[in-house]
Nanobody, 116 residues
């Protein structure tokens, strides 16, 4: 599956952004979808996951502020980010995992900058 992330930008602390990830080339609904992020000089970390049945999991640092969702009809993954903090500043990547054949794909990343 090919992934194209968008929606990043500059926002003040306390603000919100919605990231989107458009998928093509595979059966989107079969994939487990994730959002990862990587801050400067830090390792990439898992932010949120959503399975094919729309069950979700979140990193402790974003739980209650971020919401992951998917629209299988539009082959699109979303990440609604509210109450943003400067420590949320990072490049955000969408990721797909096919649980049947193990194939994984990464989007190109979108930069989110939260100013204090």
């Amino acid at each position: 599956v090919q992934l194209q992330a968008s929606g990043g930008g500059l926002v003040q602390a306390g603000g919100c952004l919605r990231l989107s990830c458009a998928a093509s080339g595979s059966i989107f609904s079969m994939n487990v979808m994730d959002w990862y992020r990587q801050a400067l000089e830090k390792e990439r970390e898992l932010v949120a996951s959503i399975s094919s049945d729309s069950s979700t999991n979140y990193a402790r640092s974003v739980k209650g502020r971020f919401t992951i969702s998917r629209d299988n009809a539009k082959n699109t993954l979303y990440l609604q980010m509210n109450s943003l903090k400067p420590e949320d500043t990072a490049v955000y990547y969408c990721h797909a995992r096919n649980p049947y054949n193990g194939v994984q794909s990464w989007g190109q990343g979108t930069l989110v900058t939260v100013s204090s």
